[in-house]
């Protein structure tokens, strides 16, 4: 298969990842890419000692027929360039080797598989968002809007939450839609952390309307007993009906760290009414949307 700008969208015929498929349709127009559909066949542990290799054979035969066809009717929906592939190995490594291996511009991925259980984000999914070079769009329900309205932009003090400004702009600028930015404050009563969070917010709105976008900038006062941004953000998705994804760092910022580490990720991911893009902190520009 010759490699083409793409995005890799991991399959298993599962009703989130079908979602996935479909918003990335959206995605795919956006930035003239291709989509690479990817099904992982993991055989089950010691479970495999009861399958031949004949046996094993026929059903990945049988999956890649399935995924064929699956490819050939996204074709005709979208009117875009949707490969089929089907690997061996474990689930989010083969994932994200893959994605190095096409070069994929971004993951498009359910925020669980077949095999997991509703109500959490998979493991594979939360290995998948940790570990890739890439961003990473999770869908834990279907995109309502055809196009996009407003991109959330959460920001805090640390240097390394600025990097994601650029992917913003660039989604948005592709996308047609606003940015909007917003800080929690959690020490109400220290001024300097006021002065600092209004001054970093006055930078970035005039950078991004330098960039020529709709934009607005406010900060949210968090409740005293919140521990992460995490509540507070999905408040004010489901305040403003208007925004249609989260641009959101996967380590490094302070104020968002321990939700990708711990129970608090899964549930900004899974509960989440909007696709959440992941980024890795890293010197990376637009390399990978661009």
């Known amino acids: 298969m010759e490699i083409k700008p793409n995005i890799l969208i991991p399959i298993d015929f599962h009703d989130l990842s079908l979602m996935a498929l479909e918003y990335g349709y959206k995605v795919a127009r956006t930035f003239g890419l291709e989509i690479n559909l990817l099904y992982v066949h993991e055989e089950p542990g010691i479970l495999a000692n009861f399958f031949t ?24 929906e979208s009117g ?7 690997r061996k190995g474990t689930v989010h490594a083969r994932i994200l080797s893959m994605a190095e291996e096409w070069d994929s511009r971004m993951i498009i991925m359910g925020t669980r598989s077949s095999s997991e259980e509703k109500g959490i984000s998979g493991a594979n999914t939360s290995r998948v968002i940790r570990m890739a070079k890439r961003p990473v769009i999770t869908l834990s329900q279907r995109h309502r809007h055809e196009g996009c309205h407003s991109i959330l932009l959460p920001l805090d003090l640390t240097k390394d939450t600025r990097q994601k400004v650029g992917y913003a702009i660039e989604m948005a600028k592709r996308m047609g839609c606003r940015i909007r930015v917003v800080s929690a404050l959690w ?69 968002v760290v321990e939700y990708f580490l711990g129970s608090t990720a899964q549930e900004m991911i899974r509960n989440a009414r909007v696709p959440v893009m992941s980024i890795v902190p890293k010197d990376l520009g637009f390399t990978y949307i661009a």
């Open 53 to 76: 290799s004949e046996e094993t054979d026929k059903i990945i035969a049988r999956i890649r027929e399935e995924l064929k066809d699956l490819a050939r009717k996204a074709a005709q």
């Open 80 to 86: 875009l360039t949707v490969n089929a592939v089907v």
């Open 187 to 255: 020490s109400k009563n220290d001024p300097d952390i006021i002065v600092q969070l209004r001054n970093q917010l006055a930078q970035v709105r005039a950078f991004i309307a330098a960039a020529g976008l709709d934009v607005t900038a406010e900060i949210v006062e968090s409740d005293e007993n919140a521990r992460t941004l995490v509540p507070i953000l999905l408040q004010y998705i489901d305040e403003h009906r208007d925004i249609d994804m989260v641009i959101i760092m996967t380590q490094q910022e302070n104020s």
